[in-house]
């Protein structure tokens, strides 16, 4: 053990190895961060949509979800690395004028976007699935259109009963980021296994990624849980207490 | 687009088959040997010796908080050294990033099976325990013979969910240079700078395998309706 390694400067780059995962960890938060933005608003469509009368909206719907989580995440990353740029003109030229750190960044972001949205849309479909069927009829009663019945009555409802599996999913999604590694993100593993391999301290640095890891994973439970709990239907069993 | 050479798939079929069934095995193992474990775990998280469920919880929330790649490196380099440990070697055997494999993807999916069958065991009143050992069986038998076929019936497509999961979690072993289905295709998209043709090739057979298995869960938990 020697934990004094994490203090020393890295050769030839004049920072310590500490704020080499630091700065990992920051584009771990940052890529999470705007992927949950992607993953939330289209994942709200795609569930919205799924729930609709309209057939042919539906099947489009559940074709995208059955898309997104029958591929691994890893295939889904050199699909939009590699085969998107090569089939695609357009994006060619963007990625030959781009500078690779910001082609890989906005590559994680909609990947890890995409595929996140699938899982959040079957949440938001079930949720609205789990209202019982007199929400809305009351909706309409009142002479709501479909779209504010949605807006008032249904979607406040369901986003708030769905909180702890959106949790999952926010967890889901920045330990997923650790893929991005993949396509040569400078996320927090990228970081801890470059660490690893120059200092030859793989239990000292591993053990430091696990620990920043589930740091993570017990402040966005407990964010979580708080929101949970400020947002709480009265009158329906919540956890988080 | 125009000069896509779809032929490469049939010449390197052969070679793309053999990491699909290292896909499959690893699979299978993990699923197997994640199963038991993870029945095991879940026994042990709802015993009432609470150094015992606490040890068990621990183990299971640690892994659930760890990214799988993570987990994967981490066993890549313990293994041989904890090896090295239990026999008394003077150095770590040289195991490789195929066989440590399949120990990282049990002790990780025992975590989550673990949860899938806490789940199940919970499921079934707590009547037919208290039946159990008023006919005079042992905890174990009472296990064994009442709670958990009842439990693993219950939980069967959920069970199923999580392995097509891991069906497709087991390609990160390919970022280990380990030649599964996702590794064969890598090495030949590079050899042969074929990438567009081998990744929609992967991305196609995984979705068409995923669906098939998916659906047939689906259909699995309509006839298999909760035992209560």
């Not at chain 1, 030839?12 to 190895?17: K, Q, S, T």
């Not at chain 1, 090569?86 to 030959?96: D, H, L, R, S, Y």
């Not at chain 1, 929400?135 to 009963?161: D, E, H």
């Not at chain 2, 066989?99 to 049990?106: C, D």
Request: proline share 4%.
């Amino acid at each position: 053990m020697k934990l004094s390694i994490f203090l020393e400067q890295i050769p030839d780059e004049g920072i310590a190895w500490w704020q080499n995962l630091a700065s990992g960890l920051g584009w771990t938060l940052g890529t999470a961060f705007f992927a949950w933005i992607i993953a939330f608003t289209l994942g709200s469509i795609v569930g919205v949509v799924r729930t609709t009368d309209k057939h042919w909206l539906v099947r489009i719907g559940n074709a995208y979800v059955e898309l997104f989580r029958n591929i691994p995440l890893i295939v889904q990353f050199f699909v939009w690395y590699f085969v998107v740029p090569n089939v695609i003109p357009a994006v060619k030229a963007w990625v030959i004028a781009a500078d690779p750190t910001e082609f890989q960044f906005a590559t994680s972001i909609v990947c890890l976007g995409l595929f996140t949205s699938a899982r959040i849309a079957e949440q938001v479909r079930s949720g609205i699935q789990s209202l019982s069927h007199g929400q809305r009829y009351a909706g309409y009663a009142i002479g709501l259109t479909q779209a504010q019945t949605y807006r008032y009555v249904l979607l406040p409802m369901a986003y708030r009963i769905i909180i702890p599996p959106l949790t999952s999913e926010v967890m889901n999604l920045i330990k997923n980021t650790s893929v991005a590694f993949s396509i040569g993100l400078v996320e927090l593993f990228f970081r801890t296994r470059e660490m690893a391999e120059m200092t030859f301290r793989y239990f000292e640095t591993f053990a430091a990624a696990t620990l920043i890891y589930m740091v993570i994973a017990m402040s966005a439970n407990r964010i979580m849980a708080l929101v949970e709990r400020r947002v709480a239907v009265p009158g329906y069993i919540t956890g988080g207490k | 687009m125009g000069n896509l050479d779809f032929d490469v798939i049939g010449r390197t079929l052969p070679y793309l088959m053999q990491g699909l069934q290292y896909t499959v095995q690893l699979t299978l193992v993990a699923a197997l040997g994640g199963t038991i474990f993870g029945t095991l775990l879940a026994l042990a998280r709802l015993s009432s010796f609470k150094p015992l469920a606490l040890a068990a919880s621990g183990y299971v929330n640690l892994m659930r908080s760890l990214p799988l790649l993570l987990v994967i490196f981490w066993f890549y380099f313990l293994v041989p050294v904890l090896v090295q440990t239990v026999m008394g070697w003077e150095r770590p055997p040289q195991i490789g990033a195929e066989r440590s494999a399949y120990v990282t993807f049990i002790m990780f999916q025992a975590a989550y099976y673990c949860e899938i069958m806490r789940a199940g065991i919970q499921s079934i009143s707590t009547g037919q325990v208290g039946a159990a050992y008023a006919v005079g069986l042992t905890y174990w038998q009472a296990m064994k013979l009442i709670i958990l076929p009842q439990a693993f019936r219950n939980m069967l497509p959920v069970l199923l969910t999580q392995t097509i999961v891991l069906f497709q979690d087991v390609s990160l072993v390919s970022l280990l240079n380990v030649t599964d289905f996702v590794g064969a295709a890598v090495k030949i998209a590079q050899r042969d700078s074929r990438v567009v043709e081998m990744y929609l090739f992967v991305a196609v057979v995984y979705f068409v395998l995923c669906y098939a298995l998916s659906y047939l869960a689906k259909l699995l938990q309509q006839k298999i309706a909760i035992v209560h």
